[in-house]
């Protein structure tokens, strides 16, 4: 299995522009999730997904737009990225049932605004 | 505002050591405790978790030791590798929410050969 998987791995935006990080599961977990690391600050949640055609907000959300047409995939869009939107971004998921705690992450996407 | 609170941002050890990481929170609201690794350019992943009603957990070298009166828990590595190395987030899981997980601001560990 490939568990949770994260598109693209690294990119490089100028200020402004737009892109999108796709985040896609074969796990068939309805609960998904986007996080942001930065150092010091730990993972902070952006938004989520309890199933699909829903979403909501987090912690940060601000910046960001979510969606998630189907189950297995939860795409984070950036209208205009700025500099502070400079991050690591973690994608993660969940089966509804599993209430110990226990998400299952993507490898990230490290994404610089220049 | 962070509700869970890590320390410390560092820390290394020698090979053999006990590395030592706390965290602290103040919503009883709180049901799970889990603690993550994660090695560098990989996501966390779950290392293990405790119930706030278990005031000590292990699984092989890792515990985790919880006070549930003073709010605070800890992770200890017992006879600690450098293939430890990694750094570490305390979580805490709200009851009955779909957000799930707040996050501590990690532990960076170092263990020396």
């Known amino acids: 299995n490939a568990g949770v998987t994260q598109t693209p791995k690294f990119r490089v935006l100028k200020t402004g522009q737009s892109m999108t990080l796709l985040c896609a599961q074969d796990?068939?977990?309805?609960?998904m999730y986007w996080y942001r690391q930065d150092p010091g600050m730990g993972l902070r949640l952006i938004h989520y997904s309890v199933g699909e055609g829903t979403t909501a907000k987090g912690e940060v959300p601000d910046g960001y737009n979510v969606s998630r047409l189907k189950k297995q995939n939860f795409l984070l869009g950036l209208e205009s990225a700025a500099p502070s939107q400079t991050s690591v971004y973690f994608c993660?998921?969940?089966?509804?049932?599993?209430?110990?705690?226990?998400?299952?992450f993507g490898e990230g996407s490290r994404l610089t605004v220049l | 505002q962070q509700q869970v609170k890590q320390s410390p941002q560092s820390l290394i050890v020698q090979k053999g050591g006990i590395p030592i990481i706390n965290c602290a929170y103040e919503n009883t609201a709180f049901d799970y405790f889990p603690w993550y690794q994660q090695f560098p350019g990989k996501g966390p992943a779950l290392l293990i978790a405790i119930r706030p009603d278990v005031s000590e957990k292990k699984e092989g070298r890792f515990t985790i030791s919880f006070n549930k009166s003073a709010k605070q828990f800890s992770l200890h590595i017992m006879d600690s590798q450098p293939g430890d190395s990694a750094t570490y987030f305390c979580a805490a899981k709200m009851m009955g929410s779909a957000r799930q997980l707040t996050f501590g601001s990690g532990t960076q560990l170092t263990v020396l050969p």
């Open positions: 796990m068939n977990h309805e609960y």
């Open positions: 993660a998921s969940r089966d509804r049932g599993q209430n110990t705690g226990e998400l299952f």
